[in-house]
């Protein structure tokens, strides 16, 4: 069980961009930089349980990503705590660790590591990321050749090796052909059966009614809906239409 | 919580990234040093003629720490920019690539002074036992670059222009330190501020050891500890302070 509770997370706004040092100099000596906050997201609590698939829907710029990066330890909340002693493991997004000049194999081997499989696994296993990404023949091939749509295979393949009982999956379904995307709801099928802990976000509507035992509606940083999908999907909906 | 498996995993990336569809490939790295030391002996020997004895070797040692030093904090910095998603999508944490950069650089480090000690040998040159205290400033050394390149690589994502700025600084500081000239050209009042500089303690000492064999004095050892675990502390607490919220800024 993940227990998340009053968790809050600002940023700065500043008015006047400045990011080089020279900038800040000039700007400090003219005049005092103002700052604003800007709170992503306001006192959030929920928990969710063990061995559900938990959707999260809302508006661009709503929270989401910020939340899975909080629930996946990744950025820490300036107030608020994250329970759980599960291993988490977080896919923000497709082929992030892979470098264009390096080969296929090479960067399952970097991308791999960096989300913590063991070298001897990883030897073990890689006839088969090959083979669920689909690209065998192309294990040699640098990446920069490689089609985008190739690369996220074989990224979300390196991912699921990697050893977790929470799995963080942010807009995974909007990329990837029809036949990929089956694969990969099959793939969260047998980890809901291994008892494992599914989050996904997803603009999707139809996959979070068909996947999620429930969901959850952020808006403006707060928790807007929570419960049964259909009727989360619903309220979103009438939400977006006022 | 240094993962070593993954910082094995980096620097081989380094490495082979470094090497990609270059044509001399690994001995660029050996290369350069020469390079380096070609241009300034002959500056220094022809045109302004310096005595030092033991010139040659006396320049490539001091080349090749310095270039650990600069080859460090530069591939740290490209390491983040280039690895900048990864950073904000993953727990990897900065800290990690610049141990990698630094690892892949010691490496190259203890090759060059392995071609360093080869020529040193076939040179005839004898070397003394008070040439082992080189051990405890490799690996101080090592200490020091790596601690300060964690606060370059935060001033470097927090600030764009920081890249321009550390460049001239380097240039500045090449010239600080007692590369190409000794100790003995800088006025009694500066060599204090100088030494001040701990790759320049590391440096001198260096050489005193190995092209000299002259142990430096109980009280300069003293104060070069001092001076780099100081540094080593300080700049760790200001890589740990301001880690995530400079991460915010990538």
């Avoid at chain 2, 070397?127 to 390149?149: A, M, N, R």
Wanted: net charge positive; hydrophobic share 50%; charged share 20%.
């Amino acid at each position: 069980m993940i227990q998340i509770k009053h968790i809050s997370k600002k940023y700065y706004i500043p008015h006047i961009q400045r990011t080089t040092l020279f900038e800040k100099i000039v700007g400090f000596i003219k005049e005092k930089n103002s700052l604003e906050e800007f709170y992503v997201l306001k006192d959030i609590s929920f928990e969710i349980e063990k061995g559900e698939i938990f959707g999260i829907i809302g508006n661009n710029g709503c929270g989401k990503t910020t939340l899975l990066k909080i629930i996946g330890g990744i950025i820490s909340p300036n107030s608020g705590t994250v329970h759980t002693k599960q291993r988490i493991v977080s896919f923000l997004d497709l082929g992030i660790g892979f470098h264009p000049e390096l080969t296929a194999r090479e960067n399952i081997y970097l991308y791999g590591t960096i989300m913590g499989i063991t070298q001897k696994k990883l030897n073990k296993e890689f006839e088969e990321i090959l083979h669920f990404a689909g690209v065998e023949r192309f294990a040699d091939m640098k990446l920069k050749q490689f089609s985008s749509g190739m690369a996220m295979r074989l990224a979300f393949a390196t991912m699921i090796r990697t050893e977790f009982d929470t799995i963080i999956l942010d807009e995974v379904f909007a990329v990837g052909d029809l036949e990929f995307k089956k694969k990969c709801v099959n793939e969260l099928m047998k980890f809901k059966k291994q008892g494992k802990t599914i989050i996904i976000t997803s603009h999707g509507m139809d996959a979070i009614i068909d996947l999620c035992d429930r969901a959850m509606l952020l808006e403006d940083g707060k928790i807007k809906a929570i419960g049964k999908p259909e009727e989360v999907v619903q309220a979103y909906i009438v939400n977006d239409t006022k | 919580m240094i993962d070593f498996n993954l910082i094995k995993e980096l620097v081989k990336t380094d490495f082979k990234l470094k090497y990609y569809g270059s044509f001399l490939g690994f001995f660029w790295s050996l290369l350069k040093p020469f390079l380096m030391l070609g241009i300034l002996y002959f500056v220094f020997t022809y045109f302004i003629k310096v005595q030092i004895p033991k010139f040659a070797l006396f320049l490539l040692l001091g080349i090749i720490i310095w270039n650990y030093f600069i080859d460090t904090t530069n591939d740290s910095m490209n390491s983040i920019k280039a690895k900048s998603k990864m950073l904000t999508k993953t727990r990897l944490s900065p800290g990690t690539l610049v141990i990698a950069a630094s690892i892949h650089n010691a490496i190259t480090l203890l090759l060059n002074l392995l071609v360093f000690f080869i020529i040193f040998f076939v040179g005839g040159h004898p070397l003394g036992y008070v040439s082992l205290y080189f051990i405890v400033l490799f690996i101080l050394l090592i200490c020091i670059v790596t601690s300060l390149s964690l606060v370059v690589i935060l001033l470097n994502i927090r600030f764009t222009d920081f890249k321009h700025i550390w460049d001239v600084l380097t240039q500045i500081l090449f010239w600080a330190t007692p590369i190409v000239y000794n100790l003995d050209y800088v006025t009694t009042n500066f060599q204090r501020w100088f030494l001040l500089n701990p790759i320049a303690r590391i440096i001198v000492d260096a050489r005193a050891v190995i092209l000299y064999n002259t142990f430096p004095e109980l009280k300069q050892i003293i104060i070069t500890f001092i001076i780099s675990i100081a540094i080593c502390v300080i700049c760790y607490y200001i890589y740990k302070k301001n880690k995530e919220r400079v991460l915010e800024f990538l």
